[in-house]
């Protein structure tokens, strides 16, 4: 069998960097070098400055384009700075539209940093083709997703914005942090570029923060890569090795927390004290079909909304097995207050028109056992029968 015969599970292990060549090693080897001898004046060799190109970093770079169904990969020092150095992709004058309720690091960027270089910007609920359609002007260079999105779970159609994007000669970005290539290959959708906080679910220990890129087509791929050394938000090579050793237990990982996942959210839906449950694993989700169509699942992250603040306040002091924090995807499970921490950039009144309420939190399941955390759950959710919480007192 040939690599490409082969399924996402076993690529994850066996790949062009499965063993060192130089001493069959099983592990990349990690070279810290910053500068690399050159013996020919004429002619360098492959590597000369670290900042352009790390034998590490290359392989990681490596292995997520491989991964996505792309022709070159990129590694970045954070999510925010692998999707800050793609908007550099635009120029003065371009238009970007926008999923809705976007991360808030890529609101801040958005609003207050690319507004400043004269790259203006529309937001959009882009489950709505037609608001899609209204929102295009004849400068729009770019087409902005994130699906399912962070933190309400809508769920875009990737197919459909990418031939719209095509047929005005724009770029499709997708921020594909939530599903990864396990569960979900924008490019195959028609994606120009794939975005990721490898921090999250492809790292998944919490203790890297990491940014990846992956395009489609070569010309793509010198303009980042051209930005990518120009701005130089590059990823160290210790940083890229914890990626790539993450990369090897994904699909366990994201499997058995997606059923977890699945299974909080039939429960919480159930649940007299949940107001609203986002998850588009579940059937009554608007987004449900396009999903399962455009994916191989719903992911291992869901939202819900509690009566009010107060009961929000009193259900995060109760449970016991989520560490309260920001970030995703890790192999403990994280429960996250959207408002004041992934979306504290917005403003109120912007969380607010998106539908991101003050009694709003994000779960990103863990490895857990799934009874032990709906236990937890239920014993801290029995603290909020009280008319007070209940009236948001």
Not at 193 to 208: I, P, R, Y
Not at 233 to 249: E, F, M, S
Not at 325 to 353: C, D, F, N, T, W
Request: aromatic fraction near 8%; charge should be negative; charged fraction near 20%.
């Amino acid at each position: 069998m040939t690599y490409d015969e082969y399924h996402f599970e076993t690529r994850l292990l066996h790949n062009q960097h499965k063993i060192d060549p130089a001493t069959g090693a099983v592990s990349v080897p990690i070279q810290h070098a910053s500068t690399f001898h050159q013996f020919d004046v004429d002619h360098f060799g492959k590597y000369d400055y670290a900042r352009s190109l790390n034998p590490t970093r290359e392989a990681l770079e490596d292995v997520i384009a491989e991964l996505e169904g792309g022709v070159k990969g990129f590694a970045f020092s954070s999510g925010m700075a692998a999707i800050s150095t793609a908007f550099l992709l635009l120029s003065a004058g371009d238009h970007v539209v926008i999923t809705e309720d976007v991360y808030g690091g890529t609101f801040r960027m958005v609003t207050e940093v690319l507004s400043r270089f004269g790259i203006e910007h529309t937001f959009v609920d882009m489950t709505d083709l037609e608001q899609v359609k209204q929102a295009i002007r004849p400068s729009t260079k770019a087409f902005y997703v994130e699906t399912p999105s962070n933190p309400l779970l809508k769920v875009t159609d990737i197919r459909a914005i990418s031939c719209l994007a095509k047929e005005i000669g724009a770029l499709t970005f997708v921020d594909n942090t939530f599903l990864t290539p396990a569960l979900q290959r924008p490019l195959e959708l028609g994606a120009d570029l794939v975005l990721h906080s490898a921090t999250k679910f492809l790292s998944g220990h919490s203790d890297v923060v990491a940014g990846l890129a992956v395009v489609n087509d070569e010309a793509l791929a010198k303009r980042l890569g051209f930005l990518q050394n120009s701005f130089g938000a590059i990823l160290g090579v210790q940083d890229a090795w914890l990626v790539l050793r993450g990369l090897k237990t994904l699909s366990v990982r994201l499997d058995f927390s997606q059923h977890t996942a699945l299974k909080i959210a039939k429960f919480l839906q159930a649940h007299p004290l949940i107001e609203t449950v986002y998850y588009p694993g579940l059937a009554s989700h608007p987004h449900y079909h396009l999903q399962r169509d455009q994916a191989q699942g719903a992911g291992a992250v869901l939202s819900f909304e509690l009566k009010s603040e107060a009961a929000l306040r009193t259900f995060v002091a109760g449970v016991k097995i989520p560490v309260f924090a920001v970030s995703l995807g890790a192999v403990e499970s994280i429960l996250s207050y959207p408002a004041k921490m992934s979306h504290a950039a917005m403003p109120q009144a912007e969380r607010e028109k998106r539908g991101i309420k003050n009694s709003l939190l994000r779960l990103s399941v863990g490895l857990e056992n799934p009874d032990d955390l709906i236990q937890d759950f239920s014993r801290s959710l029995e603290q909020l029968d009280q008319p007070e919480l209940l009236r948001g007192e």
